[in-house]
């Protein structure tokens, strides 16, 4: 039987497919209310189409949310996303207020989770998440490494 966090994460990595069907990279989130058991907002990467480098699936979850809700601050609220979050990421989700971030593939190069800085274990940070790494990683990390691999073939 797969927990409520494998569910989402297959909804995340749809997302990232689309993404990767797009010629983006394959980078899916969304954002969960779980006082009310619903969905948000999702988002998939989307730099290249926006044509704007700010355009990360967490950014685009996270400004979808805001409107969803009307209200900049997502307290209470989960991410989830199929990529260790980068630096950027990390700190559009302290200042969201995001209470649960759950992902899936480490990215020891660009992440800033677990990786690189470790943003929210920074003493500047002034909103820490609780993090779940690593639900259905190995799925996440497959389709990235599947998508470069194409990549480099071109």
């Given at each position: 039987m797969q927990s409520e966090d494998e569910t989402l994460m297959l909804a995340a990595l749809d997302l990232a497919h689309?993404?990767?069907r797009s010629g983006e990279v394959p980078i899916g989130a969304l954002i969960f209310d779980?006082?009310?058991k619903t969905v948000v907002a999702t988002a998939r990467n989307s730099?290249?189409?926006?044509n704007d480098p700010c355009a990360h699936a967490e950014i685009l979850a996270l400004r979808a949310a805001g409107?969803?809700?009307?209200?900049?601050r997502l307290g209470g609220l989960w991410l989830y996303v199929t990529l260790e979050p980068c630096a950027m990421?990390?700190?559009?989700?302290s200042h969201a207020r995001i209470a649960r971030v759950i992902y899936g593939a480490p990215d020891p190069k660009g992440g800033a989770v677990a990786h690189g800085p470790k943003f929210f274990a920074q003493p500047t940070c002034h909103w820490r998440p609780e993090v779940t790494d690593g639900v259905l990683g190995e799925d996440s990390s497959a389709l990235l490494k599947g998508f470069f691999k194409e990549r480099r073939k071109a």
């Open positions: 689309e993404a990767a779980p006082s009310s730099p290249i189409l926006l409107q969803a809700i009307g209200n900049y990421c990390a700190g559009a989700i």
